[in-house]
T-cell receptor, first 115, second 112 residues
Framework: NAGVTQTPKFQVLKTGQSMTLQCAQD?????MSWYRQDPGMGLRLIHY???????DQGEVPNGYNVSRSTTEDFPLRLLSAAPSQTSVYFCASSYSTMTLEDTQYFGPGTRLTVL | DAKTTQPPSMDCAEGRAANLPCNHSTISGNEYVYWYRQIHSQGPQYIIHGLKNNETNEMASLIITEDRKSSTLILPHATLRDTAVYYCIVRVFSNSGYALNFGKGTSLLVTP
């Protein structure tokens, strides 16, 4: 298993540009999520999905869109990039988040800089 | 919601045991304690989790007090590669299911 994969590893955008961060998992996990991590901070939840066709907002959803058309993929779209979105983005997946005992697995991250 | 408290930083000599404490005094009876670590901005890595009993796996041991208000993660023979930020997390139910609430964790420095 490749686990959770993310592309690209690094990205530089100009203010106002749009782009999509890709996330894929091959573990047949129901739950997938996106976090952002700013320097010196913990991870904050952006959006999550409990299955194909179902998405919802996390703690910091503004400026981001998601969709989940397949179990494997969960792309994160920046509609109009802003410098405040400069961060490291992590995708995670787990078998199911609706149980107290469930382990999340994280991808390697995408480092995004918005100029 | 159960909240965790960890020291911001700790040092440990290579080859010695690293004992990382965590307080979670408001934990509920059915909430698990999870430990993750993050090595130099890589994706967080799962280490271990437990409910009541002490747990051990190939990476670490988890000691949970009888009243469940605190726990200790033990890395039995720390190596330089164990230098990382360690997060103690109690899973709490929110609108996004049983979310992982990452705080600032403990920055562990393993020295030669």
């Amino acid at each position: 298993n490749a686990g959770v994969t993310q592309t690209p590893k690094f990205q530089v955008l100009k203010t106002g540009q749009s782009m999509t961060l890709q996330c894929a998992q091959d573990m047949n996990h129901e739950y997938m999520s996106w976090y952002r991590q700013d320097p010196g901070m913990g991870l904050r939840l952006i959006h999550y999905s409990v299955g194909a066709g179902i998405t919802d907002q996390g703690e910091v959803p503004n400026g981001y869109n998601v969709s989940r058309s397949t179990t494997e993929d969960f792309p994160l779209r920046l509609l109009s990039a802003a410098p405040s979105q400069t961060s490291v983005y992590f995708c995670a997946s787990s078998y199911s988040t609706m149980t107290l005992e469930d382990t999340q697995y994280f991808g390697p991250g995408t480092r995004l800089t918005v100029l | 919601d159960a909240k965790t408290t960890q020291p911001p930083s700790m040092d440990c000599a290579e080859g010695r045991a690293a004992n990382l404490p965590c307080n979670h005094s408001t934990i509920s009876g059915n909430e698990y304690v999870y430990w993750y670590r993050q090595i130099h901005s890589q994706g967080p890595q799962y280490i271990i989790h437990g409910l009541k009993n002490n747990e051990t796996n190939e990476m670490a041991s988890l000691i949970i007090t009888e009243d469940r208000k605190s726990s200790t993660l033990i890395l039995p023979h720390a190596t330089l590669r164990d230098t990382a930020v360690y997060y103690c997390i109690v899973r709490v139910f929110s609108n996004s299911g049983y979310a992982l609430n990452f705080g600032k964790g403990t920055s562990l420095l393993v020295t030669p």
